[in-house]
């Protein structure tokens, strides 16, 4: 299976039954329509473009509700895919599951798992896996059909009467009920080399070959595509792609894998190696009796991910940072960030800290990524403003171990505080403005002085970040008073307060009528400049504006 499946459910009565079926897949998420089931992972407003997204993304669909409805669902969509994702209904009180798209997706498996957890009998109307107990079409992880096209033909002369032998060894076709005959004309080969196709054989290629690369190459491929070639085996049976940890962040070796959609491993100690079976330029291939277990071979590059939440509702949060957080084995960041973040699973491990170890945090996320898990770094709003991602790249700066240079580390953006308030509150940061942290813990109080004085003789706009706190109480008020020598008091002024989270709150007013008192450290200040301009809004309240011109000088 390729991904999480999603369990759909429309009220709060199939609740039951999809936690008994997310207990199966733990890394599934549960869909519940909103206004009718609550505290479930995912809430949707339409069935329909849920359902059709879901299914055009590839997403494995495990509906608790009648077929009708998913059927009617997904009629419009249904021949966009060559290869569609498994999709099952399933009775909300678990008493029938019911495969309904996805053959060759491993519907039928997926209905077996589910109708076994559930002690009942999947709905299998597939004949081929009637007759036989097993899609030959679709063999289990480790085994790859030659070719589609000429299987079918070949399940429906075994479907007609035909007799079939089976050469090579593939213990799940043992347990199939196969009409298996030792000198029938028809035969299944399980090979891991290349052979001519002839219409009385079907040719299943088991996963045995890994390729150790000695050397990357821009050629890579065309090189392994030579090899395999002389070898006389199939590029079908190639399990991964290994090599010395030395090249882990060789891109020309990612490249490679990704165009052959193998995943590629790194070897400490070589005589975990699978057998020799050809030596080759810059290559080695190996072949070990059995379908290769990649993820026992080895280990994977490390990653870390270092992501912004946004301000706080998983709206805002950027796709790419959804999907790093339910990849992530291991999530570090300030505990409030981290409970934030989810839905997580059980078995994702949090390491909370305090919001001023950062540095700490960054060296261990390192240690982790080294090892080869995936992890994530979290920060609110976006990691590269006054966050995470600075304390990362400085212990990576600092940093002389090897390991740690080949993590591959990555940074998303997220929405940072000041663009959350400033877009609820209208456009104050229309034209030129600065972030400033009132913070003086990193930097010496006369640095930020010195940069108030110059930004508001600018006329920049201006957002402060970590404006007060009980350790720094007069900040703030020493920064107003810079500010109130250059700017009249009708200069215009955003308070934003816990932006995107529950309790948030918008305050316009002008810098007259600021005090220290109205602000607080989950509050972002903005500043409006001499252009900055507010009226009145239909709902109540009033928008807030810089405009994008600039009268000439
Ligand atoms: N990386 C974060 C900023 C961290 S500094 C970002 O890009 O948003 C912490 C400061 O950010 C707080 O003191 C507060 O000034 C501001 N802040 C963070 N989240 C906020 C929110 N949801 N609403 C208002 N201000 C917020």
């Known amino acids: 299976m390729t991904s999480a499946p999603a369990i759909i459910i429309l009220g709060s009565s199939a609740l039951p039954c999809a936690r008994r079926i997310q207990a199966l897949y733990p890394q599934a998420q549960i869909y519940g329509l909103s206004g009718r089931v609550a505290g479930v992972e995912q809430l949707y407003d339409n069935f329909g473009n849920t359902l059709r997204a879901l299914y055009r993304a590839g997403t494995p669909i495990i509906a608790l509700c009648a077929v009708g409805i ?6 419009s969509v249904l021949g966009e895919k060559d290869c569609e994702p498994p999709v099952l209904a399933v009775a909300e009180d678990g008493s029938a599951v019911v495969p309904l798209l996805g053959g060759l997706g491993g519907v039928n498996r997926m209905a077996r798992e589910v109708a076994a957890h559930l002690e009942v009998n999947a709905a299998i109307t597939t004949s081929g896996e009637l007759r036989f107990g097993t899609c030959l079409l679709e063999p289990p992880a480790g085994y790859v059909l030659a070719d589609l ?12 009467g035909q007799t079939v032998r089976i050469e090579g060894d593939a213990p799940w076709l043992a347990q199939a009920k196969l009409p298996v005959d030792n000198s029938a004309a028809r035969v299944i080969h399980i090979s891991p080399h290349t052979r001519a196709t002839n219409p009385d054989e079907l040719l299943i290629h088991p996963q045995q070959v890994a390729v150790w690369v000695e050397q990357a190459s821009p050629a890579l491929v065309s090189e392994l595509q030579q090899a395999l070639q002389t070898s006389n085996l199939a590029a079908q049976s190639l399990a991964c792609l290994l090599a010395v940890p030395a090249l882990m962040a060789n891109t020309e070796l990612h490249a490679a894998a990704a165009q052959l959609k193998l ?5 400490d100690d070589v005589s975990q190696l699978p057998p020799l079976h050809s030596q080759h330029a810059n290559l080695r291939l190996l072949l070990a009796a059995t379908p290769i277990d990649t993820s026992q071979l080895g280990r994977p590059r490390g990653r870390l991910t270092v992501i912004g939440l946004g301000p706080g509702a998983a709206e805002f949060m950027v796709p790419a940072a959804r999907q790093a957080l339910d990849e992530a084995q291991d999530l570090l960041g300030y505990e409030t960030y981290i409970n934030m973040a989810g839905p997580l699973r059980p078995e994702q491990v949090r390491h909370c800290t305090d919001n001023r170890e950062e540095m700490q945090r960054a060296r261990h996320a390192f240690e982790l990524a080294a090892s080869g898990r995936r992890v994530v770094v979290v920060s609110s709003g ?14 990576l700066h600092e940093s002389t171990d090897a390991e740690w240079q080949r993590v591959d580390l990555q940074v998303f953006p997220g929405v940072s505080a000041a663009l959350a308030t400033a877009a609820k509150a209208g456009a104050p940061l229309g034209h030129d403005f600065c972030l400033i942290s009132l913070s003086d813990n990193l930097k010496p109080w006369a640095i930020i002085e010195k940069r108030l004085e110059h930004a508001a003789a600018a006329d920049l706009v201006m957002a402060f970040y970590n404006p007060i706190s009980k350790a720094r109480p ?21 308070l934003g307060r816990d932006i995107g989270r529950p309790g948030e709150t918008l305050h316009t007013l002008t810098l007259g009528e600021l005090t220290s008192e109205m602000v ?7 500043i409006g400049s001499s252009q900055t301009c507010r009226f009145p809004r239909a709902e109540g309240g009033e928008w807030v504006y810089t405009p994008r011109s600039y009268p000439q000088i």
């Open 263 to 267: 995943p590629l491993r790194f070897i």
């Open 70 to 75: 998913v059927i009617r669902s997904l009629a």
């Open 149 to 160: 096209e000429q299987g079918k033909g070949f399940v429906s002369d075994l479907l007609g």
């Open 520 to 526: 607080d450290m989950r509050t972002l200040v903005i």
């Open 474 to 494: 007069w900040q703030l008020g020493s920064a107003l008073e810079i500010i109130r020598q250059q700017r009249t008091p009708e200069t215009l002024v955003v």
């Open 382 to 395: 976006d990691p590269g403003v006054f966050a995470m991602a600075a304390a990362v790249l400085e212990a």
